[in-house]
Nanobody
């Protein structure tokens, strides 16, 4: 069956960096647009970033532009999120997701598969 497994979360000080990974299995990963979402305590899950099937067509929410970089390695069936200059507002559970829709955007319902999430905590 399809599995998306995130890793790389943890506790980091404000201004620090983390790199999240999402290992995909059970699907032809290169055929899926992939994305990162996050959910902070007491808030709804929100879109963070997305990337096209072969690595282009990236998108970011305004609050992470210039700080986060999404990438993928289809040979390794892995999605990445490099997060720099982290601040307390980035504290959340981060989820990866995959969509069969090439133009999938920022809505949860556009994504077919989800990982279980990885916690990112930024201390100020």
């Amino acid at each position: 069956q399809v599995q998306l497994v995130e890793s790389g979360g943890g506790l980091v000080q404000a201004g620090g960096s983390l790199r999240l990974s999402c290992a995909a299995s059970g699907l032809t990963f290169s055929r899926y647009r992939a994305a990162w979402f996050r959910q902070a305590p007491g808030k709804e899950r929100e879109f963070v970033s997305a990337i096209g099937q072969i690595g282009g067509n990236t998108a970011y929410i305004d609050s992470v532009k210039g700080r986060f970089t999404v990438s993928r390695d289809n040979a390794k069936n892995t999605l990445y999120l490099q997060m720099n200059s982290l601040n307390a507002e980035d504290t959340a559970v981060y989820y990866c997701a995959a969509s069969s829709r090439p133009l999938a955007g920022y809505l949860d319902r556009e994504y077919d598969y989800w990982g279980q999430g990885t916690q990112v905590t930024v201390s100020s």
